[in-house]
DNA sequence: AATATTTTTATAACATGTGTCAATTATTTC
DNA sequence: GAAATAATTGACACATGTTATAAAAATATT
């Protein structure tokens, strides 16, 4: 790596850690551009070469933090692939339970942008990944053969991403937004499952209702 | 009503229809607050001291053109209630269907503001219309006696409106929209409906898996 | 009709995201 | 080391939602 490109990297971690710094100390509508050149001991103009945008910023906040909208492609085809699927759904949940209020703050203002562009692959990559894993369950047999991985791998996708917009608004806890996908997920899976995987996931359906009742 | 009252009602008027006009006639980011006082021959003051705010504008164009975010209310206690619980659905659907462009863009715009009362009213008055309509499917036998109506309509109401904050940010079509609400609500009424009412539950189910490989 | 109250208006201002543009500084190339 | 190139800076500008303030107009009260 050129110098050049050394110091842009230097000065883009700043920037992020600035930005960090700020939404964690000062809250999120104190992160200006102006302030964020301020603490990040740049001029206002940099982040904007840097980064593109003040949403581009927050987009890097949250890859910086090793964020992915979609399950992790398995390679590792022996495992079930519906438990692969939750177990994204899981991972997703656990990255923004680690700091709740700090990655909501985040993932509401790229929400709230208007960068359609940001959301489009956002979405575009959960659908292919949950539809991958949809495949390679029918192919497990978890799945009946009559399924159409894609048509289901892109509703799964759509019902997780359209919950975490809304939980991004503030509408629902991390529990809520999870409880919500995981019925959603099992109940479609449920239309679509050997008989084979039916009763587990129709013993994890019931245990969702159940557990929503008792808390 | 004072005169008072009949010149606000008489500017709330005038405000509405310069900002319909507005962006049918050049479009949501023409309509900025100087524009909406300029066409409405009003000042710029106005549309704050009438409305609140720009979002309180368009919250005002969509209510004024008859939107509820919920199924209406149903009195006729003898139909099918899960069969209200699409009209519903359907009836947002036309709605948005009606002029699918303008409608898209007032939502968004609404969603993407940073007025959380709003949208919590609107999913608080959705997911009290559906609990009720679940609440009387139980009663007519449609749903089983076992369904936690309170948890199931909220999942309902919620399913939908997350979707819908999605078809606002200009994600999918109105048919993809409807399709993928639809295909959630049959999948999570399935595993709460009886005997009687599963077989036209799953026979949609069917129909909208193969309706979507059809197009 | 005179006074008091409420609304609207006009004008200015502020904070913010973003863009412009020339000057400066740092790096690369020769 | 000199010339070329790239990145950063600084100062300013613009559009926008929103608010402040005082003057003017309309309406209500007596």
Redesign the interface.
Known sequence: MSRREEAKTFNRARICAAAEAIIRGEGMDKLTMRRLAEVAGVSLRTPYNLFGSKTDVLIALLDEAGFEFAPRQTGESGASAIAHLFGGLGRIAAFFASDEAYYRGIYAAI????H?EV??TG?GRAVVSAQALVAEAVAHGELRADT?AA?LGR?LA??L???L??WG????SNRESIA?VR??WL??L??HCSDAARPSLASA?RDL?TA??DQ
């Open positions: 929400m709230a942008s208007d359609p959301r489009s979405v159409d048509s509703h759509i019902a991403l359209a919950v917009g809304m608004s503030g509408f629902f919500q019925r959603a109940a479609v449920l239309q359906y209702c929503e009742i």
